[in-house]
């Protein structure tokens, strides 16, 4: 049977594969491990396999297990990669590490008010809509500038750099473009902000194109934790 452990080794293979072949570093690449829908035991057993970054896509279920497991296991980073409501912005702000889908200029003044002056600024990344396709959320590659410099003058967050859901399909092509346009965008940005770091693109089924394309944070969740529950 395989466990999580060994998916876990799997999943970092496939990453240290795609860096070597991009002549690339492994070590430049972070493996986040998507837990959304996943029971606590599950995130146990991938912290038991050396795992310490784990992203959440839904506010309240982020937050049970935030404050069920901040006590034990204090060095888990929490990531949220879903897409945001104003009214749960505050959540967002008091228990979450990154938060990873930032798209609006109300939402970043909302979780900048909303961080406790007591912990570090919170991590944000820019979601991009690098597909444009209308279910999603994210801005304009034009847009991009505007919304970072309005971040940057937010001292309780701290830009890290860009995140996009390329289109699911399997033109390769397609993947191609759209990863390639991001890592302009991500490249263009930085020569404004030279502190950014985190291009957060890839998952389970286009890491390889996504590495290849300058991705510094890889989001995998099937691939580790097994196919979601949604009932």
């Known amino acids: 049977m395989t466990t999580i452990s060994d998916r876990l080794l799997q999943a970092q293979q496939r990453i240290e594969l795609a860096a070597k072949k991009s ?13 959304k829908t996943k029971p606590i035991s599950q995130i146990e057993a991938a912290y038991q396999a050396g795992q310490r970054k784990f992203g959440e896509n839904y506010v309240q279920e982020g937050v049970d297990k935030i404050t069920q497991m901040q006590t034990q296991y204090p060095d888990i980073e929490w990531h949220f990669i879903g ?21 609006r200029d109300k939402i970043a003044q909302r979780l900048a008010s909303q961080r406790p002056s007591g912990m570090a600024p ?16 994210g801005i304009a590659i034009d847009d ?3 919304l970072a410099d309005k ?8 830009l890290r750099g860009l995140m ?11 993947q191609q473009h759209e990863c390639q ?13 030279p502190m950014l770091d985190t291009l957060s693109i890839g998952m389970s089924n286009d890491l390889e194109i996504a590495i290849a394309n300058g991705s510094t944070m890889v989001r995998i969740g099937s691939a580790i934790f097994g196919a ?3 009932q």
């Not at 002549?23 to 690449?29: D, F, L, M, P, Q």
């Not at 346009?181 to 902000?193: C, E, I, P």
């Open 23 to 35: 002549n690339r570093e492994a070590g430049e690449i972070t493996l986040l491990a998507v837990s």
């Open 83 to 103: 897409p945001l409501q104003s009214n749960k912005s505050k959540l967002i702000a008091e228990h979450f590490d990154w938060m990873h889908t930032l798209d």
């Open 122 to 137: 919170l991590n944000v990344c820019i979601q991009v809509n690098i597909s444009q396709e209308q279910s999603k959320s």
């Open 144 to 146: 991009i500038e505007q």
């Open 151 to 158: 971040i940057s003058q937010m001292p309780q967050l701290n």
């Open 164 to 174: 996009a859901i390329p289109t699911a399909t399997d033109d390769l092509t397609i």
């Open 181 to 193: 346009q991001l890592n302009n965008a991500f490249l263009k940005l930085k020569q404004r902000y």
């Open 228 to 230: 979601r529950d949604y």
